[in-house]
């Protein structure tokens, strides 16, 4: 499928998904919204893919926002449906059974820093940098950023980020747990892809079953995403995949998953 502001391309079981509107440093309007999610779809229907790289296209940014020309004019009405567009894509993408990996390779600005967070892993370059800078607008964040964001970093430091607006570097980024790595700008995209082959080399239904066992469990009390875990452990042994990683570590080989 094409799109006009959206790349989707595949080297091996691996999908680089890439928000393509560099003139604008990758911000995101209806139509890029709509086509990351036209494309998310069509990553959960191809079994081929295993594990996706989120990027922005350009040197400057991964996404800086959602796009302000764009929102300047809107009613109450055209920006409650703005924001719900978003929040619907945002969580399509968080919820598809694949795991996704953003390659933050600049600006991580308002609905960017958003739509990082809805990624399940988050790589920046030294140069990235994030915030949510929704107040210094006279608006809140739209796409769920006051809710993921103080549950990757706390309630603290989330509130002084989206109260201040500030703008914070990689490093810091880092230390308050917004991304896991931070790696320099020239390796960033290889560090992304040996990890996502490292995933893709696992038993693909029990990477999935974790995703969704670590993302369903934390919308649970602590006994019921136990009990979920429970449920999904079971669910291995029903898998060929289970059969050959076990029979290949008692015979001292490498598995050949088959995702089965
Ligand atoms: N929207 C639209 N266009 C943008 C955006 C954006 N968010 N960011 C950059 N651009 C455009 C610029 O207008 C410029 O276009 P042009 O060349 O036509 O003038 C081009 O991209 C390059 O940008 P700059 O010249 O500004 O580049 P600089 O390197 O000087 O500055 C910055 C880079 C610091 C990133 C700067 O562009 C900036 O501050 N951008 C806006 C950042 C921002 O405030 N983002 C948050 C937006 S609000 C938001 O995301 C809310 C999400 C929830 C929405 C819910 C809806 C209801």
Redesign the pocket.
């Known amino acids: 499928m094409e799109w006009n502001t959206i790349l989707l391309e595949k080297e091996g079981n691996i999908a680089l998904l890439t928000i393509n509107r560099p003139?604008?440093?990758n911000?995101?309007?209806p139509e890029v919204l709509t086509e990351l999610g036209q494309a998310v779809d069509a990553i959960s229907a191809d079994d081929e893919i295993f594990v996706v790289i989120l990027k922005g296209a350009g040197e400057?940014?991964f996404?800086?926002?959602?796009?302000?020309?764009?929102?300047k004019d809107?009613t109450a009405l055209e920006?409650?449906?703005?924001?719900?567009l978003?929040?619907e894509v945002f969580k399509k993408l968080e919820y598809m059974p694949k795991p996704i990996i953003a390659a933050i390779n600049?600006?991580a600005?308002?609905?960017?820093?958003?739509l990082a967070m809805a990624c399940d892993i988050r790589v920046a370059s030294e140069k990235s940098?994030f915030?949510?800078?929704?107040v210094?607008?006279g608006?809140?964040?739209?796409?769920a950023?006051t809710q993921r964001l103080p549950r990757l970093v706390g309630k603290g430091r989330a509130k002084e980020l989206i109260y201040t607006?500030d703008?914070i570097g990689a490093a810091d980024a880092h230390r308050i747990g917004l991304v896991n790595h931070v790696v320099p700008e020239d390796q960033l995209l290889e560090f992304c892809k040996n990890m996502a082959k490292r995933i893709a080399s696992k038993g693909q239904i029990a990477v999935r079953l974790c995703k969704s066992a670590i993302d369903q469990g934390l919308e649970m009390d602590v006994d019921k995403g136990i009990a979920y875990e429970a449920e999904v452990f079971g669910l291995c042994f029903a898998t060929t995949d289970q059969t050959e990683g076990m029979t290949a570590f008692v015979e001292k080989r490498k598995p050949n998953f088959t995702g089965k």
Do not use: H, W, Y
């Open positions: 003139k604008a440093l911000a995101l309007n400057k940014a996404v800086a926002g959602a796009d302000i020309t764009a929102m809107m920006g409650r449906n703005f924001g719900q978003g929040q600049g600006f600005l308002g609905g960017g820093c958003e940098k915030g949510q800078p929704e210094g607008l608006i809140t964040p739209g796409f950023g607006a703008i």
